[in-house]
């Protein structure tokens, strides 16, 4: 999803936005609650979610506009590369936010094929391939679209192992929805919006049936970032969460994750441990049978083990042996979780720097930094350590 909040699913607290088929994966499956993003922002974000690398290991660190001379690059391994290697037919439909110029496209970077709009909400430019598409789409239509893409595709797959990513423009403003879902939900147009989406995965799910592969086909659901929320009734909510997109609060970086597998997740749990979307590469990668590149580092976890059961807790070098994770804003890291700790560097949010118990307040409401001056100096030094060793080799900023 594109700009969607942590409370947008009736799973995840949403009052008025029903959303049954991703509400029946989260009960069949896993609901996360602390999943984070590396970044607040589109091109980031997604950056990390196909790559496992931290935003300035690829450059890839505020959003890339239309004709951008700049994008991913060839030498930074995708998911879709990774799985290629494997055997894999791979497919992208939606928004890519990684360069819009030919080489920078997916069918340049491990995907067989593609069909959306690359990088912005402007029609003109739906591409397929990397090439205009000639097809006529209005917007009420792009959703529908998008989903029949992506469930021919999982047809055509004909027994072979397959990767679809399916990155949907919705919930992101302009809200664009189809007649059969405007004024049907009771959370207005945004409402609309979220739930033809969750029609759309519903639309997947039933394909993966169709085809007889649901069982052994892992299916995973997130956000890029948290809602827009100065957008107003367009936007989205990030429930008790502060903030949302384009800032290091949990509301621009926390986001619901649900994992379902019937055949290799043990459902019905909901998994309290801190996850990221740099995790996902590895985790997929390992499960497809491949290996990571020595060449690279990659800060993210395989998670499999969360996913079957195995382990209940991901170890880190953090507080009380929890996970360390940063948030970057425009190439710099501006705050580190470590263990249920978390500090948020002193610039544009606050004029000093900001220590929180996510554990016990995830709505960062008190400021820890006077009553644990040790602690906040502590996780200071760990964040300039560790945002250094990331930014060791990194690439110019894009």
Not at 34 to 41: A, G
Not at 306 to 317: D, H, K, M, Q, S
Not at 324 to 352: D, H, M, P, Q
Request: contains cysteine; aromatic residues 8%.
């Amino acid at each position: 999803a594109d700009d969607m909040g942590y409370a947008d699913l009736s799973s995840y607290g949403a009052p008025l936005i029903k959303t049954p088929n991703l509400d029946r994966l989260a009960s069949e499956g896993l609901r996360f609650t602390q999943f984070t993003v590396p970044s607040p922002l589109c091109t980031p974000a997604r950056g990390s979610l196909l790559t496992g690398l931290y935003p300035p290991q690829t450059g890839l660190v505020r959003n890339l506009g239309p004709g951008n001379a700049k994008g991913i690059d060839a030498e930074d391994q995708t998911l879709a590369e990774a799985l290629k290697a494997k055997g894999y037919v791979t497919a992208m439909v939606g928004k890519w936010g990684l360069g819009d110029l030919p080489q920078f496209l997916p069918t340049h970077h491990g995907f067989d094929s593609y069909f959306g709009i690359p990088s912005n909400s402007d029609l003109g430019l739906l591409t397929r391939g990397d090439r205009p598409a000639p097809d006529a789409l209005s917007e009420e239509q792009v959703t529908r679209r998008y989903t029949e893409e992506a469930t021919s595709f999982i047809r055509s797959a004909k027994g072979r192992p397959f990767f679809l990513y399916l990155a949907h423009r919705s919930p992101h403003v302009p809200l664009w929805v189809s007649d059969a879902f405007r004024g049907k939900s009771l959370g207005g147009l945004y409402g609309d919006v979220v739930e033809e989406l969750d029609w759309s995965v519903g639309e997947v799910v039933k394909a993966l049936r169709d085809n007889g592969v649901d069982r052994n086909t892992l299916v995973v659901f997130l956000s890029d970032n948290g809602p827009w929320l100065a957008k107003g009734p367009e936007a989205g909510s990030a429930g008790v969460l502060r903030d949302g997109k384009g800032t290091p609060f949990e509301g621009g970086v926390r986001e619901p994750f649900i994992v379902w597998c019937p055949a290799r997740v043990r459902g019905g749990r909901v998994v309290t441990e801190p996850a990221s979307a740099l995790d996902v590469f590895p985790t997929v990668v390992t499960m497809a049978g491949g290996a990571l590149r020595s060449d690279r580092t990659y800060h993210g976890l395989n998670l499999a083990g969360l996913f079957t059961g195995e382990v209940a807790r991901l170890p880190g070098n953090g507080i009380d042996g929890g996970r360390e994770l940063l948030t970057y804003s425009s190439g710099n890291a501006v705050a580190l979780r470590s263990g249920r700790y978390k500090i948020v560097r002193a610039g544009f949010w606050s004029e000093t720097p900001a220590l929180f118990d996510l554990e016990a307040d995830p709505g960062e409401t008190f400021d820890l930094t006077k009553s644990r001056r040790e602690l906040a100096a502590q996780l200071s030094e760990r964040l300039d350590a560790l945002a250094d060793e990331v930014a060791r080799g990194a690439p110019p900023p894009k």
